[in-house]
């Protein structure tokens, strides 16, 4: 196996100072990769150099994946305290006393005594069972509402105030829910999560969380190809497939998924890839750590931005909204 040194894999540094990888490895399956073959991939993964994992409780898979930590830490395969370690809480943990119970069973899963980051998965309790189809919607669905948001977000402090998390994040939010619960925070998130990838590079939403001191950590960096059904729509566009990025890919002698990754890193969020596959996770550590596109480059990749959301999100919708851009806040303001 090629083994990337982990000193040569570019950091991050978070509003607190801390230094985090620039990339990272995604861990959920699509509904299509078992738990096995995934935990399989995070122990390839913590050999070949990544340093950063992208873990949550809804991807069932985090047994297996504290398995291998529990195996690397004992063979000296890598230290915990060079790992960074992310968790989520999934949608049907928000209630009172749910976070910190969510957060004890992801704990006792990976094997660890603290996360370096613990996010809201998705800013409701909107609830839809692993594996569901598009059109499957649960009737107790509701709005996003500050006040459970809220709920939710004091308990994740307490949970910082307690040495279990070491850092906070959202995930899935827009700009008016952040303005809604930001001023809120005692403790406010370091990290987001959202959707960014060549085709879908939400500009003022990132630049909105840049300048607040949260570290957008790109999810579906590659376009997300092997995404579960339910998020597959006509008219997505193939991220690998762009002129702008096979253009790039070709100058530079490399796969298209390959400039995906190296234009987010050099755009300034971690992305967090996701493959099963030797050969691919390793190119795509690799692939940070030489050969950067050129400002040019950089350019027409910004230029091809085609506005494509790939996670739709429609299962969360409730009861009366028809249309999945009601819960990205197109209007500009929270729907309700
Ligand atoms: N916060 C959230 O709500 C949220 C939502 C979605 C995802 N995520 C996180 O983001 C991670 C990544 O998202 P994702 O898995 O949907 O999308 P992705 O990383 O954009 O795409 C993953 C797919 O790309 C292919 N691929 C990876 N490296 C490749 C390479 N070098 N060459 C060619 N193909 C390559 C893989 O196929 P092969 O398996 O065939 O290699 C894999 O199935 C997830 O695993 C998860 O941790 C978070």
Redesign the pocket.
Known sequence: MTVIDPNSVPKMTLATGEQIPCIGM???G?DRYGAEEVSAAVAGAIRCGYRMF?CASVYGNEDLIGKVFAEAFAEGAVKREELFIISKVWNDMHGKGDILLSCAKTLKDLQLDYLDAYFV?WPFANYHAPGCSGDSRNPDSKPFCVDDFMLVWRQMERLHDMGLVRNLGM??MTIPKLEAVLPLCRIKPTLI?MEL?PAFQQPELFRYCVERGLQPVG?????????PDRDKAEGDVVDTAMPAVEAAAKAHGV?P??ICLKWAVQNGQIP??????EK?YV??LQCVTEDPLTDEEMEAIRLADENCRL?KGQVFLWPGATDWRALWDENGVITQ
């Open positions: 995604g861990t959920f699509s992208d998965h995930s899935n999560e990838h999810f579906c960096p590659i376009g997300s190809p092997n995404r796969h998924a390959l967090i890839p996701f493959s099963v596959h691919n190119s795509n996670v």
